[in-house]
């Protein structure tokens, strides 16, 4: 079974109700971050669930409302000793 845990879908600016674009999908033993907007880690966090647990990152292009959470979550789980293989796949 297939889950997908919206955690932003806002355009460049964030509203009140809604954060930079991101999202988790969980399928079998993975759970892929599509995309990493600012504030996706409070999101996550928001939604119950753990950014340690992320396999793999997608990042569908590379303007700033996309892939500006990245070094915070990277920074994240350094800190928390995240030992997995972590595979990241961006465009060219």
């Not at 932003?8 to 930079?20: Q, R």
Request: with cysteine; glycine share 8%.
């Amino acid at each position: 079974m297939m889950e997908i845990t919206l955690l932003g879908t806002s355009s460049m600016v964030p509203t009140i109700e809604k954060n930079h674009s991101a999202a988790l999908l969980k399928y079998k033993e993975e759970n892929i971050l599509m995309d990493c907007g600012e504030g996706t880690q409070r999101q996550l966090r928001k939604a119950g669930l753990s950014a340690m647990k992320i396999t793999k990152i997608l990042i569908t292009h590379w303007h700033g409302d996309h892939t500006l959470g990245l070094p915070g979550l990277f920074m994240t789980l350094a800190s928390q000793n995240y030992t997995q293989s972590l595979e990241v796949y961006v465009p060219k």
